[in-house]
């Protein structure tokens, strides 16, 4: 399972918090993938790769209640810990830097709080995409902004990268090799 963190609705599309809906957008579409059931308060799409099935997620809870929706697909689906994959965005990263993890707190992100509470465990494997922190703007503004024409090449870049190491992971290299790789 492949989620991608975010705000639902056409207000928040393009922000920075969106990072992980972009993503797992345009992986969907790499896979060929339609992101169209509503199920469990998220949007998901199935891919088959390699014999292997891929939920692809976009939760349509607001960010700081993700957890909800990772909780009901993954009790649905019977995932296990080491078959979730969270892409969220991460301020204290350059501006389009992609980061692996295989577990550790929130850091101050709140869907990864909401995430950590309902699934009661930080052992699940994250991939961080960063937003950069803001320089003269509150947290909450900077955000819940749209990316500068600036950013927006360093930020497809980044997209490009997680949906590369995604794609490995998917076909079965493990998330230490993958730190190893891309971090």
Known sequence: ??????NPGSKYEQTKHNIGFMT???????????????????????????????LLVQPQTFMNDSGRAVGELKAFYQFHDDEIMIIQDDMDMAMGRVR??????AGGHNGIKSIINVLGTQDFYRLKIGIQHPQKQRVVDWVLT???EADAALINAGIDR????LTDWINGETVAQLMNQYN
Not at 1 to 6: D, E, N, P, Q, T
Not at 162 to 165: K, P, T
């Open 146 to 148: 749209p990316f500068t």
């Open 100 to 105: 692996l993890r295989q577990r550790g707190s």
């Open 24 to 54: 797992v957008a345009e992986l969907a579409k790499q896979l060929d993938v339609t992101l169209s059931k509503h199920e469990f308060n998220a949007i998901t799409g199935t891919a088959h790769v390699g014999g292997e099935k891929v």
């Open 162 to 165: 997680a949906c590369a190491a």
């Open 1 to 6: 399972m492949i989620v991608g963190l975010g």
